[in-house]
Structures are given as C-alpha cells and as structure tokens.
C-alpha cells in the first residue's frame, strides 16, 4: 500500500480562497463549530489573560494565580460592551471590570459580583455572569469550542495522529518563544501548503538539506508507489525517512545540544519528526529536542495570522549554554520561505474565476483537506 492518489483530482474552485462568502460560510460552519487551538498552557503566565478574534466573535482566556483557566465570551452582560480591548495584559485583580459602566466579575468562574446601579429588589445577579465558552486541555494544549460541542474526543479532533505523542506529556514543557505573522493569502492555502512537499527542494533549500526524503518531494516514505523496494535496496535516508547522517534535530546545523527528547528518542530517529494536526487550526511538529506548535486564524478572506509557540523540556532553557536560536530561527525560517510562496500562490487565483487546478498523486493530504471543507460548506 502506498499514500499517493491514484487519479487526478479537481481541485478546490480558485474563487474559493478569496469569495467573501464562502469566507463566512467557513466561519460559521467550521470556525464557530470545531475544537480551535487556543495556545499551551505555559504560554499564558498566572493572572494574565488573552483574546482570541474569530471574525466578529471574541474571547477571553484568563489563568488566576493557582494556574486555573476560565474561558468567557468577551461581553458585558449589562449592554454587551467588549470588556477586554488588548490581545494580552495582566490582570491586577481577580477581578474582571468592564469599561464602560464598570459592571464587575468574579473571573474564576464570571460571576457577577457587583452592578454601579441604585439596588432593584427583584434584579437576580445570578442570570447576568459571564458567560463560559467551552473549553479544553488536553496534553497541555488549550482547545475551546464556540458552538455547543462539548465532547473533545482525540480522534475527531485530530485528523493526523501519531501514537508517539502518547510518550511525551506536554503538560511538562515550558514555552520558548512566541512568533506571529499575518500572512497575505486565504487560510486554506497556508495549510494546503503545509500538506504536500512537492515545493520542498525550490522553497526550502536548508530543510530539505536535513530531511532527505524532501528532495524527493515527499512527506512520507510511503508516498512513492514503490516504496518498499526502494526501501530494501537503499540505505540513505532519502530513502528510510530521518535527518541526515549525524543530525538530531530541526536547526541551522542539526545538533540537538545534549538535549534529546529522550521518551520519543528511537521513534525520531527513524522518522526524523513527527506530526499531529487538527483542521482548522493547528499543527504540531515534534523534533529532536523540541515542540513547535503552529496555530491558524484566518483574519480575513485574504489573510491568516500564524502563532507559532515552541516549546522545551525545561532543562533545556535552563541550560545557560543551550542556544535556543539555533532551532527557533530555522524554524522561522521555513514558515517565512511557506509564507512567500504562499502569498505569491493567492496572487494568482483571481484570473479564472471559479475554474478548478488539479491534485497530483502526492496531494493526497490536500485532497482528504478539500474533502472536509466540501462536506461542511455544500
Ligand atoms: S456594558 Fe458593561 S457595565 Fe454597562
Ligand atoms: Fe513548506
């Protein structure tokens, strides 16, 4: 058995990544009804809080001092002012005070503890908190739900898992470094981009150094209809999968420090990374001594913002001698080499309207992608 698409497939209408409408059909189909990745729980530090836009939607995620996450839609309940205007802040009290009439919450569960108003005998603060978004942690990573799904199960969540992961507990890692960037194209070409490597050799020339098997213009070993011969007859890992020779990790020059994720350890050495993604919003590499997470909010027809988190052992960032920018900016690095060409991609759907490109045998992952989206849009 091998991955590849044995037939051409159309694909997606070009007007698809830039019609207004089918830009809000996506939000209130997908976007307002799928688990959507927030961050991992150590990017949010005690009495901080964070919003997250989703079109018109806004939240607010707000850890309190023993570590506990409440989640909120971001409205006063008085007249629906939004209460938070900023990404992130501190928070100087416990408690959440709107704007405008001051109104104020208790923000471990969004009660209403006060109003600024003369008391009415029959006014029951008990149906004006907050009101809670769904949420869920799992491994660490903050997922929240605006629709009314309440179940977070791991296999309807993620659409790419790898049982690997089940060796490495999240919840432990520490975050390294944050990095954003809105990128001028739809949401769905980032991530159709993330999903094939037939780019890799011409757009990623340091990456595909690293992962042999990316010269070939794969993502697996088994993307080529002859893999197991293949396999049997060379020992390179163009051919096995893994970095090359003498490399332990994603950076600029392959060393991992002394800092191997040792509970994952064998199964990188073989693979090289590994990977887990969930549609829409999110995919995760695992590396050799780190996690990079990468999440995707579309601000826009023509616009997605990137939030990329890596994340460490927290020995590894207190290693005074461990240089955490020997993997953070190879990692940059490939993201602004995807969001070029990823601009340059959407520059060019406009012209023909709603006619349809063509999926190539290794485009499978974009076909089981341009499946999803089909079956909740029609
Ligand atoms: S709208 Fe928030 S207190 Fe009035
Ligand atoms: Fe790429």
Redesign the pocket.
Known sequence: MNNSLKTPKKSLPFNWYYDEKTYQSEITKIFNKEWIYICHVDSIKPMHYRTLKIDNKSIVLIKNNEKKISVFFNTCMHRGSQIFQEEEGKMHSPVIICPYHQWSYKSSNGELLNTTSINYEKFSKKEYGLKNVNYHIWNGLIFINLGKNKNFSKKSVFQYYDDTFEKLNLNQFVTGHIWKKKVQCNWKIYWE??SECL??PN??PELSDLVPLYQRRLVDIKDHPEWNILKDKYSNPKFQGGLKDGSQTWSFDGNAQGHLLESVKEELESKGQIYISTWPSMFLGVYGDHVRVVRLIPTGPEEVELTAEWLFQKNTLNDPNYQKSNVIDFGIL?MN??ADIAEINQKGLYNLGSEQGVLMPEEYIIYEFQKYIKKRLI
């Open positions: 981009n993330y780019h890799c757009i990623h490939v080499q995807d």
